[in-house]
């Protein structure tokens, strides 16, 4: 077990639709980081935030936002889904900024039909 | 696309031998890298991780060599076990554009270990 939380294991839902996948650091970690799954493009970093501040931006698409609130804990927002956005997202945390010893959580695997 | 990529895309073994899962890199200015294992249906598993200023580490079963001349980097695993039949990660961290750094990884290789 890594520490890492995330919430829902699984999600289904339809195109066009609206998601919010959640994270909960390891206990002391300020950083939690995003990232995609998919069997075509390996692991994608999506953003990460430090402490309640975005920090860095990857793949992203405007359709995706996040956020991190004062508990530490992290939703990342999909919106207008599109077949293509099913994959699994993962989330991961560490003590600091420098993406070093990230621990991963189980991840959501997100299907849309 | 990503500068970190793996030789061998399966590696296939017999329990009690030892594994040697290559990564190639291409980005000289990484200077931290790490690897990570991932069984199914779970999240990747942080197994070790080196820093560009040395060229090999050691953990449990588990060993990573560096070699900067070439780029590549290498995780052997010692006398493997069916338990450790996984995907295997690298990634490194690099700063393309940016002063902070941030972790790029490969394809994984996917290991199956034969009793």
């Known amino acids: 077990d890594s520490g890492v939380t995330q919430t829902p294991k699984h999600l289904i839902t339809a195109t066009g639709q609206r998601v919010t996948l959640r994270c909960s650091p390891r206990s002391g970690d300020l950083s939690v980081y995003w990232y995609q799954q998919s069997l075509d493009q390996g692991l994608q970093f999506l953003i990460q935030y430090y402490n309640g501040e975005e920090r860095a931006k990857g793949n992203i698409l405007e359709r995706f936002s996040a956020q991190q609130f004062p508990d530490l804990h992290s939703e990342l927002n999909l919106s207008s889904l599109e077949l293509g956005d099913s994959a699994l997202y993962f989330c991961?945390?560490?003590?600091?900024?420098?993406?070093?010893?990230?621990?991963f959580g189980s991840g959501t695997q997100l299907s849309v039909l | 696309g990503e500068s970190v990529g793996l030789h061998l895309p399966t590696l296939s073994v017999q329990e009690g031998d030892n594994s040697i899962i290559n990564c190639a890199y291409s980005n000289s200015a990484s200077d931290y890298f790490i690897w990570y294992k991932q069984e199914s249906g779970k999240g990747p598993q942080f197994i070790i991780d080196?820093?560009?200023?040395?060229d090999k580490r050691q953990g449990q079963r588990v060993t990573v060599l560096l070699n900067k001349t070439v780029k590549h980097l290498s995780l052997q695993i010692a006398a493997t076990q069916p338990g450790d039949s996984a995907v295997y990660f690298c990634?490194?961290?690099?700063?393309?554009?940016?002063?902070?750094?941030?972790?790029?990884f490969g394809r994984g290789t996917q290991l199956t270990v034969w009793p």
């Open positions: 990634a490194e961290r690099g700063y393309r554009g940016s002063t902070l750094g941030r972790l790029y």
């Open positions: 991961a945390s560490s003590v600091d900024t420098e993406s070093e010893k990230l621990f």
């Open positions: 080196i820093r560009s200023n040395m």
